[in-house]
């Protein structure tokens, strides 16, 4: 399974940004995706996921101002960001929990995205 996180950018603080991270290979159904972030100097934090029945939880830092979504026939997830904020810089992740094939057997993996930088500026 590779994923590829799109959507970052250059951004003002106040403005939205729509972060994608789309699913290719080979595997039987997604299940969570789930968001992180690295902020400069910091540790990698989580920062929202969405459960295959599309219940969505957020770390506090985002809450309210951020909207995590899924398009199952895409393959798909979507992190739209609103408000940003200068502390919101950071490089974002995405990950998803693929049920794959594993020497004949179906079994759960977690494949993780390169990442994808935003930046806000005031």
């Known amino acids: 399974v590779q994923l590829q996180a799109s959507g970052g950018g250059l951004v003002q603080t106040g403005e939205s940004l729509t972060l994608s991270c789309a699913a290719s290979g080979t595997f039987a159904n997604l299940n969570a995706w789930t968001w992180h972030r690295q902020r400069p100097g910091r540790e990698r934090e989580w920062v929202a996921s969405i459960t295959r029945t599309n219940i969505s939880t957020y770390a506090d830092s985002v809450k309210g101002r951020a909207a995590v979504s899924r398009d199952t026939a895409k393959n798909t997830a979507y992190l739209l960001m609103n408000n940003l904020k200068l502390d919101d810089t950071a490089v974002y992740y995405c990950?998803?929990?693929?049920?794959?094939?594993?020497?004949?057997?179906?079994?759960?993996?977690?494949?993780w995205g390169q990442g994808t930088q935003v930046t806000v500026s005031s």
């Open positions: 990950n998803v929990d693929a049920l794959v094939a594993r020497g004949g057997r179906w079994g759960n993996s977690v494949y």
